[in-house]
């Protein structure tokens, strides 16, 4: 079956800094792809939608300029968080679908960030 | 519009027992109707969908009832087990839509079940 492969799966890093996050589709063409954010206990939360070769669009309430998406092609999405604080810290998980009407959502396994 | 509804928050069943979690829907343009099965530190997992032209969807032990007049459905595990203990997502979306809503998910608040031996 079609899998979504999410690098790193964990990651610490220093306030102030920037992580990138890889989202890959690693046996179809993802036309487009989906990034959440989720809490502990909590629901995920969609941030943005890319679809390959143009920018993303941002859910309200997510920043932009922090949250950076590039999908520089159609088997990887890329999420930056930039100058990352502790409120950043949270589960994100990316998502991607093939172009055709009715595909399935298929997720990738998650990374944890925490930012110190 | 957008909300998909969720009950319960969580669910305590016993192993061999049916454990059932409910969602509501406002959006009558929701075609697309999938459940979700989260293991701690994991993404989710598709587990079963139905689309609203059947009442019934059945794969193994996993079955989704689908009330369009009600707009409501329900996730049915018969037989439940102590590795079915995970968090359960509802979900749903306009699989026709284009654009940037093209796929895009709407999910429930999730249900942590717990199934004891």
């Known amino acids: 079956g079609a899998v979504v492969s999410q690098h790193p799966s964990w990651v610490i890093c220093k306030s102030g800094t920037s992580v990138k996050i890889e989202c890959r589709s690693l046996?179809?063409?993802?036309?487009?792809m989906f990034w959440y954010r989720q809490f502990p206990k909590q629901s995920l939360m969609l941030m943005a939608t890319?679809?390959?070769?143009?920018?993303?669009?941002?859910e309200q309430g997510v920043e932009k300029d922090k949250f950076l998406i590039n999908h520089a092609s159609l088997t990887l999405s890329t999420l930056t968080v930039t100058s990352a604080h502790p409120e950043d810290s949270s589960f994100y998980i990316c998502?991607?679908?093939?172009?055709?009407?009715?595909?399935?959502?298929?997720f990738g396994n998650g990374t944890r960030l925490t930012v110190t | 519009q957008q909300q998909v509804k969720q009950s319960p928050q969580s669910l305590i069943v016993q192993k061999g027992g049916i454990s059932i979690i409910n969602c509501a829907y406002e959006?009558?343009?929701?075609?697309?109707f999938p459940w979700y099965q989260q293991f701690p530190g994991k993404g989710p997992a598709l587990l079963i969908a139905?689309?609203?032209?059947?009442s019934e969807k059945k794969e193994g032990r996993f079955t989704i009832s689908f009330n369009k007049s009600a707009k409501q459905f329900s996730l049915h595990i018969m037989d439940s087990q102590p590795g079915d203990s995970a968090t359960y997502f509802c979900?749903?979306?306009?699989?026709?839509?284009?654009?940037?809503?093209?796929?895009?998910?709407?999910f429930g608040q999730g249900t942590i079940l717990t199934v004891h031996p």
């Open positions: 979900a749903a979306k306009r699989s026709g839509a284009g654009g940037t809503s093209y796929g895009k998910l709407t």
């Open positions: 890319s679809n390959e070769g143009s920018k993303a669009t941002y």
């Open positions: 046996d179809f063409q993802a036309t487009t």
């Open positions: 998502s991607a679908i093939m172009g055709r009407r009715n595909s399935p959502l298929h």
């Open positions: 139905i689309r609203p032209d059947v």
């Open positions: 959006n009558t343009a929701f075609d697309y």
